[in-house]
């Protein structure tokens, strides 16, 4: 058992417990993040959302080297959409729905190209992927279950949207009691204001939801930590 690291954050520095410490990538899928994808289907300008892979990538690495657990999650449907909510697949006037045809395979259905996770931060054999129909991790997924069987109590949740599945997946892991560090570089949003506004929510009122540092603090302190061989 390693002692917690005190990583610098918002509103206060986050214990982090490397033992009992998960890092949570949120859909970074190629549906969100590449041009012609769900995405871009919905009026979203993509660029936004790129400036996180190249910090998140090497939180990855950190992570990977520290022994944490790495948890990825991708947003989609089965091939038949029986799991997508009709309100959810009429929602908006994308110029493609889900289960169309797109650029990438059909927008954000399983096993799609569009639907995996960009090269960049591509899971390694035995990592966890967590297939979810809806925004938030928690929701008619595994998740929990694997999380408490890990003994995991703290995540680093990074990933996209900031306001909408990471926001969602934070507020469920909250409710369930895990105290969670949500990194401002390795979030994002196609809006600016909403990227800004949905990290204060997170950290506001003496943490309501949890804690807002970066990738900077972070790294910082997990190279002072060891893999736990015990
Ligand atoms: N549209 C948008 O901002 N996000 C999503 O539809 N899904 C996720 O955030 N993953």
Redesign the pocket.
């Known amino acids: 058992m390693t002692e917690p690291v005190l990583v610098p954050a918002d509103p206060e520095p986050f214990a982090l417990p490397p033992d009992t410490t998960a890092l949570m990538l949120?859909?970074m899928q190629r549906d969100?993040l590449l041009p012609g994808g769900?995405?871009e289907t919905?009026g979203?300008d993509v660029t936004q959302l790129q400036r996180v892979v190249p910090p998140l990538a090497r939180v990855l690495e950190a992570a990977r080297a520290a022994g944490l657990l790495v948890v990825h999650t991708r947003?989609g449907h089965l091939p038949d959409l029986s799991d997508c909510p009709p309100a959810k697949l009429r929602r908006g006037n994308p110029s493609q729905r889900i289960g169309d045809p797109g650029r990438y395979g059909r927008i954000l259905v399983r096993g799609e190209y569009g639907h995996d996770i960009v090269d960049e931060l591509a899971p390694l054999p035995g990592e966890a992927v967590i297939d979810k129909p809806g925004?938030g991790a928690f929701y008619a997924t595994g998740l929990e279950q694997l999380l408490r069987d890990a003994g995991i109590t703290h995540l680093v949740v990074t990933g996209?949207?900031t306001?909408?599945?990471?926001h969602t997946t934070v507020r469920e892991a909250n409710d369930r009691g895990f105290d969670v560090l949500v990194l401002a570089d390795c979030v994002g949003?196609?809006f600016p204001e909403f990227q800004r506004v949905g990290l204060r929510m997170v950290s506001a009122q003496g943490g309501i939801f949890g804690w807002v540092g970066d990738s900077t603090a972070l790294l910082s302190v997990l190279s002072t930590t060891a893999p736990s061989t015990v």
Do not use: A, H, P, R
């Open positions: 949120i859909d969100f769900f995405g919905l979203n947003e925004k996209v949207t306001e909408v599945c990471v949003s196609y």
